[in-house]
């Protein structure tokens, strides 16, 4: 767990503590319900706060990707905290400010909860359950933006509802803080896209086999990113409007960037056909925390298929100079599918602390530890293992590495996916 994650869940674990002594007066019942309604709260607060990718906390978590697995676990327990919260209806004499606003809050709390309950499922659920229909992340996205205006309601619930303890309180005080962050958080990310955003244009599209590569210039101020890092990308054309993230594959000193695509999906496919030179590009970021340099010094780069992008970029920065000893395993399931293979086997040429093997799937067969440990010059057992592509391949290798003595000393790795 991250320092991020620990500082979270103890934030929330204290207003379940601050609830006990304002609330416990009451019954059982109504102590656990408000306890967990407490809790809830500073949950959805902090989801917000999540929703913003601080930049400046990244380190904090580990990457965005890790914020965002985060964001969906307060997720979970939100709606498992405001589900007690409902079906033990808190029974009490208390404060309210009047009459009139109490009914608007009650009101309010009822209709946030069934909104939050039906968004929560259906953000948490990806899949519909026994079928293959897959809820399309558009949707999803739409959906979940609702998700900060039911917080509010649910602010105003909390603020005006009859409460067992008056406005004064440690704990009165400690949910509008929530209540203040969650909502200027969401805020926020209703003008994100206007403010961390950089203008770009299409100068070149490459449609090789194992990927689109698009290349583009600043047509003002260039993003700040490092290699390894991701951005939100969006052609300002219809249908290619909604911003995705990927891997940016080049960065270089004048601002262009590169990123290689695969189409996987409806938003690549339309992307493959659909993006030219000249195109107005926007984009966003960098982020992520997936970069060598806070790595070992002897490190195992195993890439997947698109999984590449992060170590294209980072290899072509590479300078010989960094104290580290670095092999990179580039799996493909058919030679014609690599890209970047000019920039590997340049970089391996002509510095002393690289080197590259391809593993074409199609020729060599199925990838396994052993061939790892037989193909590069590092040795696994003493390295790092850097990963970026299809999670059951880290799991087999790395439970292969195991198995022959070799466990990498730390493995990260980036996870293409958010939800
Ligand atoms: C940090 C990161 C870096 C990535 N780098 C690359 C890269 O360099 N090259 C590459 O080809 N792919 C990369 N991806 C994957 C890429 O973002 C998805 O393949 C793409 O968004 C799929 O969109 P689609 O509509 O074509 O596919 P769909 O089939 O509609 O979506 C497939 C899955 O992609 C995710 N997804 C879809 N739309 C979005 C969106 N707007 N925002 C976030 N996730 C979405 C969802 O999990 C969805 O289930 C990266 C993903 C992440 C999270």
Same mark, same amino acid.
């Given at each position: 767990m991250t320092a991020g994650a620990y500082i979270v869940w103890s934030l929330i674990g204290f207003a379940g503590l601050l609830a006990v002594p304002a609330?416990?007066?009451?019954n059982a019942g109504t102590t656990f319900s408000l306890v967990a309604s407490s809790m809830a709260f500073v949950g959805m607060g902090i989801a917000q706060f999540l929703a913003t990718r601080p930049p400046l906390i990244e380190r904090l978590f580990g990457g965005l990707d890790r914020i965002y697995q985060l964001h969906r676990k307060i997720g979970i327990a939100v709606l498992v905290l405001i589900l007690a919260h409902y079906f033990i209806t808190p029974d009490f004499k208390g404060l309210a400010l009047t009459s009139g606003l109490n009914q608007l809050a009650a009101f309010a709390g009822e209709y946030a909860f069934y909104g939050f309950v039906i968004l929560l499922v259906l953000s948490l659920v990806k899949i519909v359950p026994r079928t293959r229909i897959e809820i399309p992340y558009h949707l999803w996205r739409i959906t979940h933006r609702l998700i900060g205006l039911l917080f509010v309601m649910v602010a105003f619930h909390q603020m005006f509802i009859k409460r067992?303890?008056? *406005?004064?309180a440690l704990l009165a005080n400690y949910l509008n803080v929530f209540a203040a962050i969650g909502i200027a958080s969401y805020i926020y990310t209703q003008l994100l896209p206007w403010m961390r955003t950089r203008s770009y244009e299409v100068f070149d599209v490459n449609r090789h086999e194992g990927a689109t590569i698009i290349s583009a210039r600043p047509t003002g101020r260039a993003l700040k990113a490092k290699p390894g890092q991701f951005g939100f990308f969006r052609v300002n054309k219809p249908g290619l409007r909604e911003p995705h993230p990927f891997t940016i594959a080049g960065i270089d000193d004048d601002g262009v960037v590169r990123f290689a695509i695969k189409a996987l999906g409806d938003y690549t496919k339309a992307l493959r056909e659909g993006i030219a030179v000249g195109d107005a590009v926007t984009l966003e970021g960098g982020y992520?925390?997936?970069?060598?340099?806070?790595? *070992?010094?002897k490190q195992i780069w195993l890439a997947g298929g698109i999984g590449i992008t992060p170590f294209l970029a980072m290899a072509s920065r590479l300078?010989?100079?960094?104290g580290q000893d670095i092999h990179l395993v580039y799996c493909v399931r058919?030679?014609?599918?690599?890209?970047?293979l000019e920039t590997f086997e340049t970089q391996a040429e002509k510095l002393q602390n690289f080197s590259f093997s391809l593993h074409d799937s199609a020729k060599d067969g199925r990838l396994d530890a052993g061939k790892i440990v037989a193909a590069s010059t590092v040795d696994p057992g003493e390295a790092d293992l850097w990963f970026c592509g299809p999670p059951p391949l880290r799991a087999a290798i790395e439970k292969g590495l195991k198995a022959l003595g070799k466990a990498p000393r730390r493995v990260e790795f980036e996870q293409f996916q958010f939800r």
């Open positions: 609330v416990s007066h009451t067992p303890y008056d *406005g004064t992520g925390h997936f970069n060598h340099r806070r790595g *070992g010094k300078r010989g100079d960094e058919d030679r014609s599918e690599a890209i970047g």
